[in-house]
């Protein structure tokens, strides 16, 4: 186990170990995860052209699973999600069951339908 020790300006050292960091850690990954799986594009969706998935973690566009880099939330309520290669895809409009779907890139956009998982 590793600890480190600081002195305080009253001259007392105080010691403190990283599994206290590690503790710490683990317990905000665990919010933040409880958190992203309120995401509001998680799921099953029917985007025209083919159904894709969403995790919190991932993206599946059924030819390829992408793992998300960062989600970032729009004013809006929108989210622009962030991929390898500097691909980016932007999911707005959520209705619950309905979403919209565009690529800067390529400028394609498609209406998603939530199909049951």
């Not at 799921?43 to 989600?71: H, K, N």
């Not at 999911?91 to 939530?114: E, H, I, K, Q, V």
């Amino acid at each position: 186990m590793i600890w480190s020790t600081a002195s305080s300006s009253n001259g007392r050292t105080t010691s403190c170990g990283y599994p206290l960091l590690a503790t710490i850690a683990a317990a905000i990954a665990l919010v933040t995860s409880a958190s992203a799986e309120d995401l509001p594009f998680v799921g099953t969706w029917d985007c025209e052209i083919s159904t894709f998935v969403f995790t919190p973690e991932t993206y599946d566009t059924g030819s390829d699973v992408l793992d998300i880099l960062e989600a970032q939330e729009g004013t809006d309520g929108s989210y622009t999600l962030f991929f390898a290669d500097d691909y980016i895809i932007t999911l707005s409009g959520f209705t619950g069951d309905a979403m919209g779907w565009y690529s800067p890139a390529s400028g394609d956009s498609f209406a998603c339908a939530r199909l049951a998982d």
